[in-house]
């Protein structure tokens, strides 16, 4: 990770800057601040559709220590893998956990043999930012949705 100064700008520390890790993907990328949450993943070049672009990765933990995870951290990076793994994007993560929710995505996520691939659902420009659906359950807590989009449903959360 690179440093950068605080976030006031008064030198008062620094603070890691994440960085995607190239090992995971296929196109040029790079994390910068987002309108949407804190840090997002931005194309540094033209991605066609229908192509990976990049993979999920992270340490593999289990379904109980998903939980405790989930319960002790502010910042969460946990995908679901299957009904007992879940990857945390937040130990040796690709820099794909910053990608962040949209209601109109222009990737989606594929779990192709024990791997969380992000496709492209349409061409998406350089200097865009890369987003996914999260698809948050309807009976989990509510959480309020910031993307901006015209399909905005308000909430990350699936409404059916």
């Known amino acids: 990770m690179a440093l950068s ?5 008064r030198g008062a520390g620094t603070v890691p800057v994440p960085e995607m890790d190239p090992r995971f993907t296929c196109f ?6 987002s309108k949407i949450h804190r840090w997002g993943v931005y194309a540094q070049e033209t991605i066609p559709a229908g192509r ?6 992270g340490e593999k933990i289990s379904r ?31 820099g794909a956990q910053y990608i962040n929710h949209s209601c109109e995505p222009n990737l989606v996520a594929r779990i192709v043999r024990g791997h969380i691939l992000y496709m492209s659902l349409r061409k998406i420009k ?9 698809h948050f359950e309807k009976n989990v807590q509510k959480v309020v949705c ?12 699936v409404l059916k």
């Open 52 to 57: 990976k672009v990049v993979e999920y990765t």
């Open 64 to 94: 109980r220590e998903t939980k405790r995870r989930a319960d002790s951290s502010r910042f969460i990076y946990l995908f679901t893998l299957d009904p007992y793994w879940t990857i945390d994007g937040s130990v040796g993560g690709s």
């Open 126 to 134: 350089a200097g865009e930012e890369l987003t996914v659906d999260y």
């Open 28 to 33: 040029e990328l790079k994390l910068a601040p």
């Open 5 to 9: 100064k605080s976030a006031n700008g």
């Open 146 to 157: 910031r993307c901006g989009s015209a399909k905005c449903r308000g909430t990350i959360n």
